[in-house]
């Protein structure tokens, strides 16, 4: 369980009174630190302690910004340049592929998630017919760790040499509109954070790398951003901090005095973090309080006085149900439950008196075939059971044989809408979604290892 109390203060204050410890933390400030919190510290990253007297103070200037003055005035004038976005998004990104040629590119660009589910579903079936059904149990889990290690190696092939994951910026209105790779630092995140439950070594790998891109795009004072030309968000703040907590930042809490002053008059955390100077692109329309967004933020704060709010103002959409068209970024209730059970099993006790209606609203989600919907929101359905102790209440077997039917034989799982602003009042052009083969592959990996180590456990 993370620490609720400042970091920073805890080791003042026990240097104030332990004077050894004070000698120790001068002297070796690292080892003083790691010991004091029971974490290795990110390398590469140089950490002094000075001590004022009567006769010296010391003034700590924050590290120059990463961007030049020439970049911060673009990226303050981006949205309306168009050569600003183009370097943005990067490249033009090929079509989509339908899940084994079972949905049409256009209808699963258009969001079309039904017709998506049922070339699953026949996908799923072909697998089972072929022999993957009469498996027992240890040998059915033997097929999903070699599936696991299948999906982890089309992964490898498309992360980039710094870390990165690509994510795809589409239209989910017209699949006509020109697609565009993309790269931000939440994707990495996001993506990192179900891939995490595995312990393959391949996953470690790719993991450790991505670490590393983090930390290179993190804005001091532990802060991130989703593109140059917008403000930084709790959204992408949250998880990168989830992801690099042992970086001296984000361990000694830099960030979250900023954090905690982004909240609105209930006490929820607002998703834009908007100061002097910085991109001002983000209409005060926009700035609204998110339940995944506050899920996120409670998983990296805590259980504490300062997120006891939001957390209430969660609860209470869950227990009301009033969750439909909650989330601006999010799609649909199974990626909110799924943040909602993460920040649960982070942040104990918070949240905690959710678990069983949390367990009877996923379930509820199932559809008369018992399906959660596409292979993207069953993988976060059972990752959530998984994470409230309820996926026996599942068959376990046949979400095992449907993840292996509906992968690809790269070892890919179909690109679907992950996370998008779908309400902009900008009509047609304005509807953007957000996805990739990679994406789902990742939260498809989490999923299978929960439902694999369930089977084992069964015997």
């Known amino acids: 369980m993370k620490e609720p109390a400042n970091a920073t203060e805890r080791l003042l204050l026990k240097a104030a009174n332990d004077s050894e410890y004070r000698a120790r933390l001068l002297a070796h400030p690292r080892d003083a630190i790691e010991q004091e919190f029971g974490v290795a510290l990110a390398e590469g990253h140089e950490i002094h302690v000075h001590e004022e007297t009567d006769g010296a103070t ?9 961007f030049s003055e020439e970049e911060r005035e673009a990226a303050r004038t981006g949205a309306s340049s168009l050569e600003f976005l183009k370097k943005t998004m990067y490249d033009p990104a090929p079509p989509m592929r339908p899940p084994a040629g079972e949905a049409t590119a256009a209808g699963k660009a258009a969001g079309d998630r039904e017709a998506v589910t049922e070339g699953e579903a026949a996908v799923a079936g072909r697998a089972s017919a072929a022999g993957v059904g009469s498996l027992d149990n240890e040998a059915l889990g033997k097929a999903g760790r070699e599936s696991i290690r299948r999906g982890l190696a089309f992964l490898g092939s498309t992360i980039d040499e710094n870390g990165a994951w690509h994510c795809i910026r589409f239209n989910i209105a ?18 990192v954070l179900a891939l995490e439950s595995s312990n393959e070594p391949r996953a470690r790998a790719i993991c450790a790398a991505t670490r590393g891109y983090l930390a290179d795009t993190m804005e001091y004072p532990g802060f991130w951003r989703y593109y140059r030309h917008l403000p930084q968000d709790l959204d992408s703040t949250a998880l990168c901090s989830l992801v690099i907590g042992n970086h001296p930042w984000i361990l000694l809490e830099r960030n979250v005095p900023r954090m905690l002053a982004n909240r609105d008059e209930k006490g929820c955390f607002m998703t834009w973090v908007l100061a002097e100077h910085e991109p001002n692109v983000v209409a005060t329309f926009r700035i609204e309080a998110d339940p995944v967004v506050n899920a996120n933020v409670i998983a990296y704060l805590g259980d504490g006085p300062d997120t006891r709010d939001a ?31 993460r920040a649960m099993i982070r942040a104990r006790p918070a949240l905690e008196a959710l678990r069983p ?17 596409d292979i993207l929101q069953t993988a976060q359905a059972m990752s959530a059971l998984y994470n409230i102790g309820s996926l026996g209440r599942i068959d376990a077997r046949h979400g095992v044989e449907r993840f292996i039917g509906s992968q690809r034989d790269d070892g890919s799982w179909p690109e679907l809408l992950a996370f998008g602003d779908q309400s902009l009042n900008w009509g047609t052009v304005g509807q953007i979604g957000h996805g990739s083969e990679a994406v789902t592959t990742a939260f498809c990996i989490e999923a299978l290892e929960r439902l694999v180590e369930t089977l084992e456990d069964a015997g």
């Open 58 to 66: 010391h003034l700590v200037l924050p590290p120059k910004s990463r």
């Open 174 to 191: 017209d699949p006509d509109i020109p697609r565009h790779f993309e790269r931000p630092p939440f994707v990495s995140a996001f993506c």
């Open 311 to 341: 957390q209430r103002w969660l609860e209470a959409m869950i227990v009301e149900d009033r969750l439909e068209g909650a989330s601006k970024w999010y799609p649909d209730k199974a990626a909110i439950y799924y943040a909602t059970t």
């Open 357 to 373: 209606i949390l367990a009877d609203r996923i379930l509820g989600l199932r559809d008369p075939r018992g399906e959660f919907g």
